[in-house]
């Protein structure tokens, strides 16, 4: 029947839609019309707008409806780039592409449905031989695409192959981790590794299966814009809500983190404390949705079958106005197989607690045993509410910076680790936090002029002693804020060996805006286009476009074995420089004593067991992701899982002993007090806390491979990196301590 659905749909796409599908499909041809005219128009380095450009949109829709080439062939390729590469540039500002589009979507349709055909074949009855030699890539991001049918069915066979030989594994490993560990085996009750399998590509089929023409020329529309840059995209009305809420870290719905299930139902994996389907109580974790009434109509015909569903469907239909209700039906997870109940639950406004600025005091007793107070701020994102500015970062910033500086904090540690960025005005604001008023970031505009960009905080909320923590995924603002930072010699920045290296602006602008009244029957489902409209420089004139922000003390990291960062994607913008900001004055960089620190540093480094485990890895999966081939040889891989474990086994019995000596260590020398935005607004007085790194504001449901990991947690919840900072921040303040008594600093 699922076949058949797919052919149906295949059909749809070839001969053309019921005329609301059409009506739709024209008003996204004049959106890719308007869309193109405003990447051309308005993008800070547009390429120019012909045939070659033409071709680029090509390849990259075909890269984002298959990027790991597993179901198009390069005879597909070479047909596609025959009928639309020398016009697909012409065909949009024609408002005629979304033939083309779903043309080409149909194609990789048929593929889809023939693979995952083939793959139900080979699963009915599995007769893989894993003790032959054979490999599969890890990532075919870089292969070519498959000559021909006959080539595209050997490497589709190897895929198939491996996802039955790594469930098979996974599972052996469980059940041998579970029975060390006295526990249930929980394998018990699943289906066989081959069915398991078999429906995970039923889940893959029904989700491209139920794709809309707004849903494809979403796809298609976004491969035109990330073609000038990894950054523009085009973002429908839905993708546009969800930016919204990462932006804001707010929204109207139930409080509850949705997962996919293989079987086609969406799990509950999380649930927001104090949220609206805590306080309703009847929803658990791991509980299954089935079905979904966005009115809590009680009527049957009003429940949706979401089996199969994308989750970003399912959220659309829980997600309503405040002060609404929505039914669930749900199948509990213990109950008895099939039971089903609805649970009503009334929407509210939840905020992703998690999500926001935190503070923490630490309380350290020095090498002199004198009593430290550090201050922790850690922000996961720069984030503020465009439209009603209710929402800002850095106002939850500069209430928690004040309350540690009315605590007298000796130093500061800002935690900008797995900070992607967000909002310019935010950055420049904080920025001012630290330094005095002056240029911050620059910021140059597609016509070449660049403009300071400075902070008029006047004087600095806090100026003494600073540190940075930074990681590959810092990105954007964050590298703003570490950047005019190290350049004003302001902060110790410590972390990866760069940060992302993303140097460019984005603004969002709404396509309906630039459309004749005229040409969309639904102005709202037009989307809205986020374009690379600028590139920003520090205040010293370095872009950190590509290069990033080096931190002054560089720690080793799994990232290293890891292409994570602007440089490793496809059209990423130059690196260059212009020149310094008119009114940058840098600080004395010898008031930082980084040579000093960096030699301490350096030999904690050395000494730290979990820093040479770090590194470690870092060598075995340099040369893995290297290679690119993964054994299909079962007993070659039980042999690399059997190492892998052995090397688990004595690291975790190493780490229980010494981090128990941690621990008793941190109890009398560490004391924690935490700083939440919640007790600032009751002006509650900091109360000492037990760190960990479980969440405070989500209970979250645990996979078996969780449940089963004996690895012990890092003692006092500081992990190496955190914990190397606080070092680094306490030889900062007692060099300077002593700078300040012999008359080095003033």
Known sequence: MMLCRLTALAAALCLGFPQTASAQSNDFNDVGKTLSTMLQNGHFSPPPYNEALGREFLREYLKALDPQKLYLTQEDVDG??????????????????????????????????????????????????????????????????????????????????????????????????????????????????????????????????????????????????????????????????????????????????????????????????????????????????????????????????????????????????????????????????????????????????????????????????????????????????????????????????????????????????????????????????????????????????????????????????????????????????AGALQDYQRAVLVGEASTYGKGTVQQIQDISQKMPLWSVRNRDRAGHLKLTIQKFYRPSGSSTQKEGVVPDIVLPSPADAMEIGEAYLDRALPHDRIVPASKFRPGDRNHLFVERLLEESNARVAASRDFAYVIEDVMKNSARIKANRLSLDIGKRRQEIAEAEETDRQRNRERRERFANMAQEDRSHYRFFKITLDGLDQAAALQPYEPSGESRYMRLAKEHEEELDDTPEWPTGLDPVKRESLHVLRDLVEVTDTARMTGIIK
């Open 80 to 481: 596609f780039d025959a009928a639309y590469g020398a016009r697909l540039h012409q065909l949009l500002l024609e408002s005629n592409s979304m033939a083309a589009a779903l043309e080409i979507f149909r194609v990789f349709m048929q593929r889809l449905e023939s693979r995952i055909r083939v793959a139900q074949q080979l699963l009915t009855d599995p007769s893989f031989d894993f003790t032959i030699d054979e490999s599969v890539m890890l990532t075919r991001r870089h292969a070519a695409w498959p000559k021909n049918e006959t080539e595209a069915a050997a490497a589709w066979r190897l895929h198939i192959k491996e996802a039955v030989l790594a469930e098979t594994l996974r599972r052996e490993m469980l059940a041998k981790l579970a029975k060390e560990q006295g526990k249930p085996d929980p394998n018990k009750g699943e289906r066989p590794p081959a069915a398991k399998i078999s429906q995970r590509y039923h889940r893959l089929l029904q989700m491209w299966g139920e794709a809309d023409d707004e849903e494809i020329a979403s796809i298609f529309l976004q491969s035109i814009a990330r073609t000038y840059d990894p950054h523009s995209d085009y973002l429908s009305h839905r993708e546009m809500e969800s930016f919204r809420i990462g932006m804001t870290h707010e929204l109207i719905g139930i409080g509850a983190q949705l997962q996919g299930d293989d079987d086609g139902a969406t799990k509950i994996v999380g649930i927001v404390i104090g949220g609206p389907a805590d306080r309703e109580g009847t929803l658990k974790l791991n509980d299954r949705i089935v079905g979904v009434d966005s009115l809590a109509s009680g009527r049957p015909e009003d429940m949706t079958d979401v089996m199969f569903m994308r989750i970003d469907k399912v959220t659309s239909l829980i997600r309503g106005t405040e002060g609404t209700k929505v039914a669930l039906k749900v199948e509990p997870a213990n109950g008895p197989p099939g039971e089903t109940r609805i649970v009503v639950i009334e929407r509210g406004r939840v905020e992703m607690k998690d999500e926001q600025a935190s503070g923490e005091l630490i309380e350290i007793l020095d090498k002199q045993e004198v009593v430290r107070r550090f201050g922790v701020i850690t922000l996961p994102s720069f984030y503020a509410d465009f439209e009603d500015g209710d929402v800002r970062c850095s106002v939850d910033v500069e209430r928690i910076l004040k309350r540690l500086v009315a605590e007298e904090i000796d130093g500061l540690l800002v935690d900008l680790r797995n900070n992607g960025g967000g909002s310019l005005e935010e950055v420049r604001r904080i920025t001012g936090f630290f330094i005095p008023p002056g240029p911050v970031v620059q910021v140059k505009s597609a016509v070449g002029r660049a403009q300071a960009r400075s902070s008029n905080a006047g004087k600095p909320l806090y100026n003494g002693p600073m540190v940075v923590a930074t990681d590959r995924s810092s990105a954007s603002a964050s590298e703003i804020l």
